[in-house]
């Protein structure tokens, strides 16, 4: 179209370019900014090579603009950022414009464009509140607008001039004359305007005599400012034409200033019109001058009298003053090379104008109003000065003294800036000629700086660490001292401001040091800390910005070098660690309303960090290891985490691409103390995705917050930064989620997205900090709300205003014992059934699909206990299950989050669903959702749990059961009783669709249940149970059965009707196909005990079953069943072959599947286990095999032979159970006896030896006698009965010596062995008779 069609396309980018103001668009956010922007660069490029389609169309624009009616202070600020937008783009586009515009242009930008800016100039005066700016710009206009096209701009002053030489009126419009001021002028154009002025001067009236004066004065600074090399030349070479006009002009003026009053308003141009007179300058200088030159030597006479104060009148001396400082400052732009004679009329009288000036006990004060005007005065001079004499100081004495007005502060701070900013002639003198002040201008900026604090009520500066202590005094040489002044603290703000300015146009002034009047650091760290104070003064945002832009110039590589030479990288770290922590936890706390703005800035601060690091990379760690670094890096984490639920997408952006810049410094550290760089920063990967993923400008809101929780979930090591990020969003959350259900209080409108990207934080990285936290959280988070009065019959129920209480009694527990993550998955449980009129909804669904879709897998157990407990409590009661609307919401929710955890197949998510079973819950939501009824909702409900069920059983690798077979099984129970058929006589066809769609999602359902699943009945064992088995598959069958016959009736009576019974029609052929399958699935798993329930439908005599059977059989034949299964031992045949698994042995005598068993099993179990394993192994005879590997293991593990099957082992399980069932009757047959004899025993015979406790008349001897008899006999008894001793005991204990035999004394030193030879002796022995 560009190529084709110019016109119409350049009309188009304007036509955006005016649809996408602020007037027209209201508010601008971050991508209505940049697409002006953009808008604004192509119209700029453009107007290149279509100047006056270009700026017809936006002079038509502007004309529009102005003339919009407009209400309402918003309003109103939109028109002024369209104007200043379109204004800057006429300014752009005229800078650009080529010399060979044609003629019909400058026409044209006479008509259109020259009186709306001139509008702008004339209307906007003082007291509008976007003034300044406007006319600033309409101004910046206006002088590129004269570049090309100044005949335009000076006719229409000429035009006015003479309109003014004839008009008899006093009261007269001086705008157009005013229009001087702001054109660009070169020596060729203001000779022009001079001769011009010469000619109708006197003709003119008072008013626009004195218009022409202050204009023709701003004019030649115009054209000395900006074109500096032609003033020097007119020095170098003197143009007559301009002398002549020049002169003419002065004495026209001359006679115009009669009287005093007058004077006082002239002088100022006549010192100008001197100036362009070189030669004359020249001639006056000496003793006589001829007569034409008296007016012009008197005018200097009288300027020095009135400088010196003997004018006679205050306003002649300020004249003289204003006249003497613009010579002064002229003077500066001639080289003193060119010895010219106005040097020796500066010095003359720069002594007067400097004590006239800058006189502490007589500050220069012209009168209210005049203090603006005054200090660019006063600027200019001291401006001068140094540019003439850059080592007479005694001015910089006068304002850096205590004594001084702040004024004086003011101006000295405002003369080095422009002293650093504005030198671009050569002769000029550079700023570190003014090094030796930095002392004096730091201690300044704190005492300014404190005082600011101090006056807008925030903290004193801050001492967070103990690297933010300063070491050494304060120091108190300085003249500038602390006192009280009587200026309030806007002033003291602008004077900081200004300091603020300094410090950015040149830091190193603030920080040279030459005399060490302070430690390096201290120096530098007091700077740098006072301009973080700056940057969260939400109060000043000029201020704030002007701080941010400070810091970036000191954090750049070069400069960071100057914060301490001597030591500049351990420097580095410490101070820059503690900007880092400063502002985020500024940002962190939302202390700052600007918040993506600083971190645009802190950004930039990261990328000047890395700058100087990789500047320094050999040695960039050195002095890295201080408290405050980490500090700073975890603060960092926090802020950028945190940024990241952001409601701003530019904020969650800006974030993203920070993590790129802490890589980056990873990379460098590691590199230099070589080490992984997972140890500097352990989630490293995942902040490189982070960071990839901030490139995505064009992506949605919600697009975005999705894959910034993906990435979330990865994040797999658990840091001081995530888990303090983790903490603080859960504790805002809190609160957020307090003020979205006081919905009507405070208008939580604006904060739910914000509160919805919070939840989804908290869900995706709460896994990570469930690694790291099984105690409570700390001591600043708030206490865990208590528990809510629980409504009748409702298990969970959540008041409809207010949540501040708010906890469902299923998830309430013990709060102390709880984490904060566990406390954060109870309440997300309580809002599943948020009751708020206005907001319940919008929370209700929210809540479901961040925790179905959002939550870190390393989450699932925990949710999967807090479900199955919530939803246990329903059946905990005495009497009937509670049904209430708030209970089946829950269990509502609770089957739409588990369907869409079991749905999410992302990575991890796999080995966390095992690691908590959800049998329990799954049979406790049927259990509830089968006693609804058959209402709409109810069938509903019932759909998306058979949907549910379909889904867990495609991830049943994932998951856990603890009784697979039992609990599928009873599901199929459940299921297969929802299953209507045709008994469903539902008038309502709404109601038959849902009933069918019910019909289909249970089928599906038990198909995958069924796959491979043995029917097990509740009860019956051996022939019994086979019969049960039986007529268990007998009643599954008939239903399927039933139900294809049903599905083949619907369908004969549907193909005679049309329309919606189609739908219905497809519906059934699906059905049958469900049908089907679960019918193969049941046979197949089952053929023992259905086919002969079965088989005769191969001959029944309707076609249609005949067919069905042979496709349910065709299926189990492409499944490959086996019919072995059949035989009438089938079961004694199954368990044979496991006893035979179990029992296995390796060549070596190995017991692999035992051995497997006592690994895995745990210790709960051990003694099932071993009952288990001896019954198994003594009835195959290979009970001591098994004996030999568990001791023999047991050996191996022992520390020491004090040890041995001192545990609580396997083996010493096995080790009991064998001695408990062999041993019974031995032990029963031996000691029966001798236990009788014991009790049978005559009272006067005593066994007790303790003599504390003899009784009186006992002998102790006689009773040491009596027990040494009774121990005989025992004794003999015992070793008298080794030829009953049970073999199976014998062989545990011949077992038992070989394996500690063989197995201690292969690891024991000659010695050792003998020793242990006789400890196992004796060991045996004791262990025979026992």
Known sequence: MAAHKPVEWVQAVITRFDEQLPIKVGHQNTHSKVSTEHNKECLINISKYKFSLVISGLTTILKNVNNMRIFGEASEKNLYLSQLIILDTLEKCLAGQSKDCLRLDETMLVKQLLPEICHFIHTYREGHQHAAELRASASAVLFSLSCNNFNAVFSRISTRLQELTVCSEDNVDVHDIELMQYINVDCSKLKRLLQETVLKFRALKKPAQLAVINSLEKAFWNWVENYPDEFTMLYQRPQTDMAEAAEKLFDQVDSFAESAKRKAAVWPLQIILLILCPEITHTISKDTVEDSKANKKLFLDSLRKALAGQGGSKQLTESAAIACVKLCKASTYINWEDHSTIFLLVQSIVMDLKALLFNPAKPFWRGTGSQNADVELMTDCFVSCFRINPHNNQHFKVCLAASSPSTFHFVLVNSLHRIITNSHLDWWPKIDAVYCYSGELRFMFSDTLNRVIQGTGSHAPLRMTPSLTFIGKKTTSLKFKEKATDLDTRSYKCLLLALVKLIHADPKLMLHNPVKQAPEMQSSTELIIGLVQLVPLNTTTQLSQEAMEALLVLHQPETIELWNPDAPIETFWDISSQVLFLICRKLISQQIVNGTDVLKWLREILICRNKFLLKNKECATMGGGIPICRQAQTKLEVCLYMFLWSSDTEAVLVAMSCFRHLCEEADIRSTADEVPVQTILPNYATFSELASVSTMMGTGRSILQKRVMALLRRIEHPTPGNIEAWEDTYAKWEQATKQILNFPKNKADDGQQEWINMTGFLCALGGVCLQQRSTPGPATYSPPMGPLSERKHSMISVGPCDMSNAMASSCSSSASSETPVSRFLDRLLALLVCGHDRVGIHVRNNVKDLLGLELSPALYSMLFNKLKNSIGKFFDAQGPVPINDTNTQFVEQTIAIMKNLLDNHTDGSSEHLGQASIETMMLNLVRYVRILGNMVHAIQIKTRLCQLVEVMMERRDDLSFCQEMKFRNKMVEYLTDWVMGTSNQAADDDIKCLTR???????????????????????????????????????????????????????????????????????????????????????????????????????????????????????????????????????????????????????????????????VVPGSQWDELARVLVTLFDSRHLLYQLLWNMFSKEVELADSMQTLFRGNSLASKIMTFCFKVYGAAYLQKLLEPLLRGVITTPEHISFEVDPTRLEQGENLEENQRNLLQITERFFQAIIGSSSEFPPQLRSVCHCLYQATCHSLLNKATVKEKKENKKAFVFFGIVLLST
Do not use: W
């Open 997 to 1159: 769609d019910l019909d289909q999602a249970s089928m599906e359902a038990v198909v995958s249940l069924l796959a491979g699943l043995p029917l097990q009945p509740e009860e019956g064992d051996g022939v019994e149970l086979m019969e049960a088995k039986s007529q268990l598959f007998l009643k599954y069958f008939t239903l399927f059965m039933n139900l294809l016959n049903d599905c083949s009736e619907v369908e004969d009576e549907g193909q005679t009707v049309g329309g919606r019974k189609r739908g219905m029609s497809r519906r059934l052929a699906s059905l049958r196909h469900c049908t089907v399958l679960a019918m193969s699935n049941l046979l197949n798993a089952n053929v023992d005990s259905g086919l002969m329930h079965s088989i005769g439908l191969g001959y029944h005599k309707d076609l249609q079953t005949r067919a069905t059977f042979m496709e349910v059989l065709t299926k189990i034949l492409q499944q490959g069943t086996e019919f072995d299964t059949l035989a009438e031992t089938v079961l004694a045949d199954r368990f044979e072959r496991l006893v035979e698994l179990v029992t296995m042995m390796g060549d070596q005598g190995e017991l692999p599947i035992a051995m497997a068993l006592a690994n």
